[in-house]
C-alpha cells in the first residue's frame, strides 16, 4: 500500500513537473510570457455581446496554455486608457478591447506601446500593431430568418432593433431576405429602442409588435427582453448573440451567435509563432466566428433541413447573402441580378429591402 | 391607438404608482427624501436574491421591502436624528444604492426568475370588474402586484385624510414645532414614514426585476426614481392622484413604440424626449400657480430643532 502511494506521488509530481515545463515552452516569446488582457463593456454574465466574448477568452486559456486577464464594465471612454495601461503594468502583451467605442483611444495608446499588440472589434482604426477585427453575423441571420419566415402565420415578423447603424440595418436586411426566401408575403416590422440594453424598454417595444399581430419577434439588442415578451404571448422568437434558450424555453427558436474563439485562439497562436502582423479580419460562418445556435423544437418542421441546406451553400461559398436582384422598400432595384453587395456598401448601408416595414431614419 | 397600449401603460406605470406612494408619503411627514431611485435598486436586487434563493415570492417581496426599508433608515438616522442636511442624505443614498445594487448582483447576471414564481405574478382576470368592457381590460386584467397598487394608493388616500395618525402626520409635515407642542412624537412619526415610504420603493424595484423584466440587469430603475420625485409635485401630494400620475407617465414612456408603426414626421428621438419635456412643463406650471390645496408640506425639507421653536 504505502509502496503504492509513493508510486502515485511520483507520478503526480512528474506530471505535473512535465506539464508546468511544457506550459512555460509554449507561452513564451523570447524569454517573455505572453498574456492577453481583454476588456469588456458589459458584465460577463450579460447573456450577450460580452458573454460571447469571454467564451472566447475561456477558449485561448484553454487551447494556448497562456495567462489572460479581463476587466468588466468599462465605459466608452477615456478611461479605458487607464484600463489598459494598467493591464500592460500587469504584464499583458496582447490586448483585445472589445466594443466599437474604445476605438479612438485605443489607436492612441497603441502609438505609446509600439510593443503591446492591440486588436480592436468592429471598428475601422489600424496602425503597425492594432488589429480591427469583426464577424459576417449576417449571414447565421439570413439563416434565422429562414426559421422565421417558415413560422409566421400572420406573416408579420416583428424586429426590436437599437440603433438606426449600419451594422444593425444591413443585419435587418439580411434577415428579411432570409423570411421572403421562403415565405415572399411576410413582412418586417422594425421598431427602435435607442438602447443596446434596458430590458423594460425592449420588452415594450416586443409587445407593441405582438399587440400589431407579430408572431415571431427577432431582435438586434443585448438583453433578452424581446424573448420573454414572446414567451409571455405564447408566441416564438429569435435571440441574438448567445443562446437565449434558458430565458424563453417556450418561444425561443434559435440565434444568430457569435463564436470568437477560433479568431482570439488564431491570434495567440500567430504571436507565440512570430508571424503576427495588424490586420482587418472580416470573417464568416467558415471560419466559424458566427453561427447559428442549435434549432429548438419550437421551430417548424423542415426548418432545420431547408437551413441546413443554405448554410451548406454559404460553407462552400456558392452563396452570397446579398447576391442579387435585390430592391428596397420602394421597389427599385439596388443590386441587379448577377452581382452582390460590395463590402464597402455594406458597411454602409442605409437602406431597407423590399419587405421591411419601418424606416432607417430618426424621423 | 387600442385597449392594449393602456394595459400596457398601467404596466409601464406600475413601478412608478409604488415609487410615487412611497415618496409622497414620506414628504408628508416633512422629509424629503432623494434616495428613491437608491432604494428601488436595493429593493430589485434582494427581492430578485430572494427569489432565487427560495423561490418563494412572499420570501421575495419581504425582502425587497426590507432592503428598501434598510435604506430608508440609514436616511432617517441620518436627517432626524443626526439633522443632516435632508438633500444630501438622499443624493447619497442613491449613490450607495446603486452600488450595493451591482455589488450584490454580481453573479445573478444571466438568471431568470423561476417558472412558478412566474405564475404567482402573472395576469389574471377579476371577477365582474374584469368583465367591464375597455375598462376591465385596461385595469381589470392584470397581475398581482398592479392590483395591490391600486388598493395601496386608496387605503394611503383613506390614511391620510380620514385617520387621527393621517392628521397628526399632516401637522408634522405642514407645522412641525406646532404638531410638538400638541404632543404629537415628531421623530417618531419622521421616522415611521420615512421607513414606510422606502418599504414602498423597495416593492417598487421589485416590480421591475421580478415582474417587468424578469431577470436580473444592473440599474434595471434607469432614471425611474427620478421621475417619481418629479411625479409627487405633479400629484400635487394627494394620494388619490397617483394612479393618474402614474399611468400618464407609464404611457408616455412606451408611447413611441406605438406610433412608430404611423407615418408621422416627428422625430424619433422627440418621443423618446416626451416624459422629461412633459415633467419639466408640469414642475414650471405648479410653481407658477400656488393654489393652497396643492402645495407641498410647509415643513418639507426643513430639519426640525425643538430648541428654536
Redesign the interface.
Known amino acids: 500500500m504505502k509502496k503504492l502511494t509513493l508510486f502515485s506521488v511520483l507520478v503526480l509530481s512528474a506530471l505535473i513537473a512535465f506539464s508546468g515545463c511544457g506550459k512555460k515552452d509554449k507561452t513564451t516569446i523570447d524569454g517573455k510570457e505572453v498574456v492577453m488582457g481583454f476588456i469588456y463593456v458589459g458584465?460577463?454574465?450579460?447573456?450577450g455581446w460580452t458573454?460571447a466574448h469571454e467564451q472566447g477568452r475561456k477558449a485561448v486559456e484553454k487551447e494556448t496554455g497562456i495567462r489572460t486577464i479581463f476587466k468588466e464594465?468599462v465605459p466608452e471612454g477615456a478611461e479605458v486608457k487607464d484600463v489598459i495601461r494598467s493591464m500592460i503594468d500587469q504584464g499583458a502583451t496582447i490586448i483585445a478591447a472589445t466594443s466599437f467605442g474604445y476605438m479612438d483611444y485605443v489607436a492612441e495608446i497603441a502609438k505609446e506601446f509600439p510593443a503591446i499588440k492591440f486588436l480592436h472589434c468592429s471598428g475601422y482604426k489600424m496602425g503597425e500593431n492594432l488589429s480591427t477585427y469583426f464577424g459576417r453575423i449576417e449571414q447565421p441571420r439570413y439563416l434565422s430568418g429562414i426559421v422565421a419566415g417558415m413560422k409566421t402565420k400572420t406573416n408579420k415578423i416583428g424586429y426590436v432593433a437599437a440603433f438606426e447603424i449600419p451594422e444593425v440595418v444591413r443585419g435587418i436586411n439580411a434577415f428579411t431576405l432570409g423570411v421572403r426566401s421562403v415565405n415572399p408575403k411576410a413582412e418586417v416590422?422594425v421598431?427602435?429602442?435607442?438602447t443596446w440594453?434596458?430590458?423594460?424598454?425592449e420588452?415594450?417595444?416586443a409587445?407593441?409588435?405582438l399587440?400589431?399581430k407579430c408572431d415571431v419577434i427577432a431582435q438586434h439588442q443585448d438583453?433578452?427582453?424581446p424573448q420573454?415578451a414572446a414567451e409571455e404571448r405564447g408566441m416564438f422568437s429569435v435571440g441574438y448573440n448567445s443562446d437565449m434558450a434558458?430565458?424563453a424555453p417556450k418561444a425561443y427558436m434559435t440565434a444568430p451567435v457569435w463564436n470568437w474563439g477560433p479568431y482570439y485562439v488564431g491570434e495567440v497562436k500567430k504571436v507565440l509563432a512570430g508571424t503576427w502582423k495588424a490586420s482587418d479580419y472580416w470573417g464568416g460562418m467558415k471560419d466559424d466566428i458566427v453561427q447559428l445556435a442549435p434549432i429548438t423544437a419550437n421551430a417548424p418542421d423542415g426548418a432545420e433541413a431547408k437551413v441546413n441546406d443554405i448554410k451548406k451553400k454559404i460553407l462552400d461559398g456558392t452563396f452570397d447573402v446579398f447576391a442579387g436582384p435585390i430592391k428596397d422598400q420602394k421597389g427599385t432595384v439596388k443590386v441587379p441580378a448577377g452581382s452582390a453587395l460590395a463590402d464597402k456598401d455594406q458597411l454602409s448601408c442605409d437602406w431597407f429591402v423590399e419587405g421591411v416595414?419601418?424606416k432607417t431614419k430618426?424621423? | 391607438m387600442?385597449i392594449?397600449?393602456f394595459a400596457?401603460a398601467v404596466v409601464?406605470g406600475t413601478p412608478l404608482l409604488y415609487a410615487i406612494l412611497g415618496e409622497l408619503i414620506t414628504e408628508k411627514s416633512g422629509q424629503l427624501n432623494l434616495g428613491v431611485e437608491g432604494m428601488m435598486l436595493m429593493g430589485a436586487v434582494i427581492g430578485f436574491k430572494m427569489a432565487i434563493i427560495t423561490g418563494n415570492p412572499y420570501l421575495a417581496l419581504l425582502g425587497a421591502m426590507a432592503a428598501g426599508g434598510f435604506g430608508a433608515i440609514i436616511y432617517a438616522v441620518l436627517t432626524v436624528t443626526f439633522r443632516a442636511n435632508q438633500v444630501v442624505s438622499g443624493l447619497t443614498l442613491t449613490i450607495f444604492g446603486t452600488g450595493f445594487a451591482s455589488f450584490m448582483g454580481?453573479?445573478?447576471?444571466?438568471e431568470?426568475v423561476p417558472p412558478d414564481m412566474k405564475l404567482f405574478f402573472a395576469d389574471f382576470k377579476i371577477p365582474f370588474l374584469g368583465d367591464i368592457p375597455i375598462l376591465g381590460q385596461i385595469f381589470f386584467n392584470q397581475g398581482i402586484l398592479v392590483y395591490s397598487g391600486y388598493l395601496l394608493t386608496i387605503i394611503a388616500g383613506l390614511y391620510i385624510y380620514r385617520t387621527q395618525i393621517g392628521l397628526n402626520l399632516r401637522a408634522v409635515g405642514e407645522n412641525t414645532a406646532a404638531a410638538d407642542a400638541a404632543g404629537i412624537h415628531v421623530s417618531l412619526y419622521k421616522y415611521v414614514h420615512v421607513i414606510i415610504g422606502g418599504v414602498l420603493c423597495g416593492l417598487a424595484g421589485a416590480y421591475?426585476s421580478l415582474v417587468?423584466?424578469?431577470?436580473w440587469?444592473?440599474n434595471?430603475t434607469?432614471g425611474r426614481g427620478w421621475i417619481a420625485v418629479a411625479l409627487v409635485i405633479f400629484c400635487k401630494w394627494n394620494p388619490y392622484r397617483v394612479m393618474m400620475g402614474a399611468f400618464l407617465f407609464g404611457g408616455l414612456?412606451?408611447i413611441g413604440?406605438?406610433i412608430?408603426?404611423f407615418d408621422i414626421?416627428?422625430?424619433?428621438?422627440i418621443i423618446?424626449l416626451l416624459p422629461y419635456i412633459v415633467t419639466i412643463v408640469i414642475l414650471i406650471l405648479v410653481s407658477v400657480r400656488k393654489s393652497h390645496s396643492g402645495s407641498a408640506p410647509a415643513s418639507l425639507g426643513v430639519s426640525y430643532f425643538r430648541e428654536e421653536r
Do not use: C, N
Not at chain 1, 421598431?191 to 435607442?194: D, E, F, S, V
Not at chain 1, 440594453?197 to 424598454?201: S, T
Not at chain 2, 454580481?106 to 444571466?110: E, H, I, K, S, T
Open positions: 458584465p460577463i454574465g450579460d447573456g458573454y464594465t416590422h421598431r427602435w429602442t435607442h440594453y434596458d430590458p423594460a424598454k420588452k415594450e417595444a409587445k407593441a409588435l399587440d400589431e438583453t433578452a427582453g420573454q434558458k430565458m416595414v419601418g430618426g424621423k | 387600442d392594449s397600449f400596457a409601464a454580481q453573479g445573478l447576471m444571466g431568470i421591475l417587468y423584466i424578469p431577470s440587469q444592473e434595471v434607469a414612456d412606451i413604440f406605438r412608430q408603426k414626421h416627428i422625430s424619433q428621438y423618446d
